[in-house]
């Protein structure tokens, strides 16, 4: 039998495979609460604008509120034949209160009903990224706090470069989670026009009122273009991609776990709670969960890449395809949401292994550029000659298998007369660190500075 939502001139119903391809409500059920919120506005604002009775109206919105009920009760049936959370919706809507039922539709499409919802709910995951990156960032914080002058090698290209804190190695990723939120603020900010009454896709000729819709939804303002408005997913393109930036950030922080948890690093611990055992190597201790993060970023990057794909190609306005939107989305926020409260977990579990990354930071010549830059300061060299002169050092320590304090005052005034005990100072990696003075450096004083910005800033969240 025919659609009875659409069916008026169909003679059958669809093949079954037909009805496969076509329905979304295995997926889009998770609009239900949009759905009917958006379907409450639209309902009250016919009734305030004489569209329809307010009788009607009443039946309508407590309707609504009935299937509401019944969904989050469990009891509601879900039914493939009616395709979408939409039609679902209306169609128990129509069980329940009869002919009013059928006017809920009025001067409304599903064209921008959906558009509507989805912006609703990714409104929603904007807020809960920021709030979880937040969190994050709170962990990350107490880190930096705890260890802000505590040293451990800065590495390029992953070899030893020069000295940094723990803190400052926190509070790097603290920056990167800072922009992150911004990217999800400005998208919310951006995405916060109301769709609803653009219809199918040219507005409507009943006499709506967007702005009330629009207010009640918590929407800024309605949208400036019904076609735009039913057409447009560059919402969610713009939460995909503030969510593949910021796992990435996570990603990467991820890697550092794993590197730093292993036996060869010993730089940090994991606690049980987030370690795995092994199934035949009894001594084993593994990084699974920082590993599974590191892997998700492939997942929301795909989910980007595929929405992406799905919109470049097509014409206005609404086009089916545009039902794949969701599952991408859908699965991108909640891999987003996983991945970040496991490494808040992680982090706010995490043991330091303080003498490990000390021990780390004074090998590797680490403090080379700071030799470097005495030659500098004290005796005048120009830096490439500083430079030069450094590297010799640096090859006759190595020749001997000592680090550079260990080579003695001779042995440096052989490759330049100009060093004097003095220089011995700088080799060590504290006064290393603590010369790092410069605005954003690693020097405590400078970490600490930027540790409390942040805790400024999270006194307001
Ligand atoms: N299930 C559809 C979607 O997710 C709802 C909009 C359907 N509109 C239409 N004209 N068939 O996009």
């Known amino acids: 039998t025919a659609n009875t939502m659409w069916g008026g001139r169909f003679a059958a119903g669809p093949d079954a495979i037909m009805e496969a391809i076509n329905a979304s409500i295995g997926f889009d059920r998770r609009l239900y609460a949009q759905d009917i919120r958006g379907s409450r506005a639209h309902a009250a604002m016919l009734a305030a604008t004489g569209i329809i009775s307010p009788s009607d109206a009443d039946a309508i919105g407590e309707g609504l509120l009935t299937v509401l009920s019944e969904i989050e009760g469990g009891q509601f049936r879900f039914q493939t034949a009616l395709e979408d959370i939409h039609m679902n919706v209306e169609a128990r809507l129509k069980e329940l209160i009869g002919e009013p039922a059928g006017r809920l539709h009025t001067a409304r499409s599903r064209n921008d ?49 020069q000295p940094v804190t723990w803190g400052h190695h926190m509070m790097a990723y603290v920056e990167m989670l800072g ?53 447009d997913r560059d919402f969610a393109l713009e939460f995909l991609s503030a969510a593949a930036i910021c796992a ?30 092994s199934s035949i190597m009894p001594q084993k201790r593994n990084p699974d969960a920082a590993e599974l993060i590191r892997a998700k970023i492939g997942r929301i990057l795909g989910a980007a890449v595929a929405l992406f794909t799905v ?47 000390q021990a780390a930071a004074s090998s590797g010549f680490s403090t080379a550029t700071d030799l470097a830059d005495w030659l500098v300061r004290e005796a ?30 001779a042995d440096m005034q052989s490759v330049n007369s100009a060093i004097t ?11 290393s660190v603590a010369s790092r003075q410069s605005y954003g450096g690693t020097a405590p004083d400078q970490v600490r500075r930027q540790i409390a910005r942040w805790k400024g800033a999270m006194e307001g969240w």
């Open 179 to 231: 922009r992150d939120i911004g990217r999800f603020a400005d998208a919310r900010a951006r995405m916060n026009e109301c769709p609803l009454g653009s219809a199918a896709l040219a507005g409507t000729g009943f006499p709506i009122d967007r702005d009330a819709t629009a207010a009640a939804l918590g929407f800024d303002r309605p949208t400036a273009n019904s076609l735009d408005a039913v057409s």
């Open 380 to 409: 005048g060299l120009p830096f490439r000659d500083a430079h030069h002169a450094t590297g010799a050092l640096v090859a006759l320590a190595e020749s001997r298998g000592v680090d550079l304090p260990e080579l003695t005052l």
């Open 311 to 357: 919109m470049k190609g097509l014409p206005l306005a609404y086009s089916k395809d545009m039902q794949e939107d969701k599952e991408q989305v859908f699965d991108a926020a909640d891999t987003l949401m996983l991945a970040l409260a496991a490494m808040t977990g992680m982090i706010s579990d995490l043991t330091v292994n303080r003498e490990r990354l």
């Open 421 to 431: 005990a003095q220089l011995f100072d700088v080799l060590g990696v504290h006064n």
């Open 113 to 161: 009903q959906v558009a509507t919802d989805f912006r609703l709910w990714v409104r929603d995951q904007c807020d809960a990224a920021i709030a979880a990156c937040r969190a994050l960032i709170r962990a990350l914080v107490t880190q930096a706090e705890t260890g802000a002058d505590w040293v451990m090698p800065g590495f390029t290209h992953l070899q030893t470069a």
């Open 248 to 277: 990435t950030h996570l990603s990467r922080l991820a890697e550092e776990l794993v590197i730093w948890s292993s036996a060869q690093f010993r730089f940090v611990a994991m606690s049980d709670r987030w370690s795995t055992g």
